[in-house]
């Protein structure tokens, strides 16, 4: 089941907005909360004065054990705490999927566990975990196209996969505290696909991954150049 509860925070024009949060959030039995993830409406509710929508940034547990997913998403300000937040994800994944019982157990072997910080990059997880692309070829493929000076001169930190269609991995653009900046790149899947497997991409881009957390923004945090 999913666990929710509602907070009650103030809109800009000072009335009250009531927002639905999801402490756990079981996609297989509510898809249409994984939906609101996609559409980037998770947390949000519009204002019933002026219209104006709120979002509420919250921890939560993502769990979709039909497509063998478990997600601890944290807030971005966490991202510093993010040895921290890894261990977490580790004994939820640990307590729940191997010390469950024999049905859960028998997929938590394949199971896609990461840590996130924020909704975009759960949001991402999701997108590039449906189109079969592994995560860390998609942090791979950051690393390279961040070495692009007109990049540089932007301030972008990141790239952050919007969706795959087409035959295309499309990114859009944002700087270290993830605010999207001007500008998309798109890149064929065939070339992700065809980057070599973990041990190799590990060994070529070291301290891009570290347990369940996979992301370029880890050697953006810890000041190590990405070009």
């Not at 996609?27 to 994984?34: G, S, T, Y």
């Not at 469950?100 to 072997?109: K, M, N, V, W």
């Not at 505290?177 to 798109?186: A, K, N, T, V, Y």
């Not at 973990?198 to 370029?216: C, F």
Request: overall charge negative.
């Amino acid at each position: 089941m999913s666990i929710t509860h509602e907070r009650i925070v103030p809109c800009r024009c000072g009335a009250e907005v009531v927002v639905t949060l999801v402490e756990s959030l079981n996609a297989a039995r509510h898809p249409h909360l994984r939906q609101q993830v996609i559409d980037r409406t998770l947390h949000m509710a519009a204002c019933e004065a002026c219209g104006q929508r709120a979002m509420v940034a919250a921890r939560l547990v993502y769990v979709d054990l039909q497509r063998r997913q478990l997600i601890g998403v944290y807030l971005p300000s966490d991202r510093p705490q993010a040895r921290v937040c890894s261990e977490e994800v580790v004994r939820v994944y640990e307590r729940y999927l191997r010390g469950g019982p024999a049905p859960i157990r028998a997929l938590a072997d394949d199971c896609l566990v990461r840590a996130v910080f924020g909704y975009e990059e759960l949001r991402e997880k999701l997108v590039g975990d449906d189109a079969g692309l592994s995560d860390l070829a998609i942090e791979a493929t950051k690393y390279e196209l961040l070495g692009d000076a007109r990049l540089q001169e932007k301030g972008a930190a990141t790239l952050r996969l919007d969706e795959v269609a087409d035959g295309l991995a499309r990114f859009h653009v944002e700087d270290v505290d993830g605010r999207p900046l001007q500008g998309r790149i798109d890149v064929p899947r065939a070339a992700i696909e065809a980057l070599p497997g973990r041990e190799a991409l590990l060994a070529t881009y070291p301290g891009i991954a570290s347990g369940p957390h996979v992301s370029v923004l880890r050697l953006v945090w810890a000041g190590t150049p990405v070009f």
